[in-house]
């Protein structure tokens, strides 16, 4: 269960967007208004169907390998007090790895 509003989560994503050349939260709104990148409600929709949990933070990044791809960086608190740094596809919503930190 997400216990942070989608919305503000979502403007917090494109805040923390790196300020490379180009980028910014204008360009990111623009990747999803442009159908490159799925918003973040969609995201954590596919995150909580399988890690379930708190959102604590999440960041929209540009992948360092493909620098034309995004990744969603979220971390979650799941019941059992576990720490996830979760990352997921910005455009196709697959999880791309997960690691677990107690806290």
Not at 53 to 82: C, F, H, N, Q, W
Not at 86 to 100: F, S, Y
Request: hydrophobic share 50%.
């Amino acid at each position: 269960m997400t216990h942070i509003p989608a919305a503000a989560v979502f403007v917090l994503a494109l805040l923390a967007i790196p300020a490379r050349a180009g980028e910014g939260p204008d360009a990111a709104r623009r990747a999803v208004e442009a159908g490159a990148i799925k918003p973040l409600s969609e995201i954590l929709a596919a995150i909580e169907a399988r890690h379930p949990g708190r959102v604590l933070e999440a960041e929209l990044e540009r992948d360092d390998k493909a620098p034309s791809r995004y990744i969603y960086e979220i971390k979650m608190l799941t019941a059992d007090g576990r720490v996830l740094k979760i990352e997921a596809d910005a455009q196709t919503a697959d999880i791309l790895r997960v690691k677990d930190r107690r806290r």
